[in-house]
């Protein structure tokens, strides 16, 4: 099956820093998410990306498909923006999610 | 429009019993699929459905079965539970695969 892994696993940023998360993944893919999952353990998503930039507000996405990678910036970090951050990957009606980057913002 | 509802959100089981989780997607999503959360595994994929038929299935013995109605909405099943199954169990929706999916809150499985 498809390998997912994302760097780093884990980061502390003081408020406002900036920061660049990394999806990794072994396989071409038909589609790429990348959530935010809160203390209650929602998963938030945040971007639809299977190739190409978008972007909402503070965050960024990039895909790219052909080099098989993604990067979610983050832009002036909140506190509101702890948690875990996965990149899921999908081939064929299943999705693998990576390990995630467990990100902490202090004040 | 309403989110993917997941009940119940907590639920606590003796080993050996059975549960029934429900999730209900979005108005107009087909897709729904599971995946169940734990510290030691992570997020793993436990089956999807699309149109009442299982199109595909992970790597989870068969005391994990799912089903889905003519409304879209699923279920899964765990049979003679175990410690190991306390988990988060996730449900989330898609009109299909390539549209992305949209998760619910999880249902936090306890077995004691």
């Known amino acids: 099956g498809i390998q997912v892994e994302q760097s780093p696993p884990d980061l502390i940023l003081q408020e406002g820093a900036n920061s660049t998360l990394r999806c990794n993944f072994s396989?071409?893919?038909?589609?790429l998410q990348w959530f935010h999952q809160n203390p209650w353990g929602q998963l938030i998503n945040l971007f639809y990306i299977p190739s190409g930039t978008k972007q909402n507000g503070r965050l960024s996405a990039t895909t790219v498909a052909t080099e098989r990678y993604s990067l979610l910036y983050i832009s002036s970090s909140q506190t509101t923006d702890s948690g875990v951050y996965f990149c899921a990957v999908g081939g064929y009606q299943k999705v693998t999610f990576g390990t995630g980057t467990k990100l902490q913002v202090i004040p | 429009k309403a989110g993917v509802t997941q009940t119940p959100r907590y639920l606590i089981k003796t080993r050996g019993q059975q549960v029934t989780l429900s999730c209900s997607p979005i108005s107009g999503h087909r897709s729904v699929s599971w995946y169940q959360q734990t510290p030691g595994q992570g997020l793993q994929f436990l089956f999807e459905y699309f149109s009442e038929t299982q199109r595909n299935k992970g790597n989870f013995p068969g005391r994990f079965s799912g089903r889905q109605f003519s409304n879209s909405r699923s279920e899964m099943n765990v049979s003679t539970l175990e410690l190991g199954d306390s988990a988060l169990y996730l449900c989330?929706?898609?009109?299909?695969?390539?549209?992305?999916?949209?998760f619910g809150s999880g249902t936090r499985l306890t077995v004691v």
């Open positions: 396989d071409s893919v038909n589609n």
């Open positions: 989330a929706s898609s009109l299909d695969y390539v549209n992305g999916y949209t």
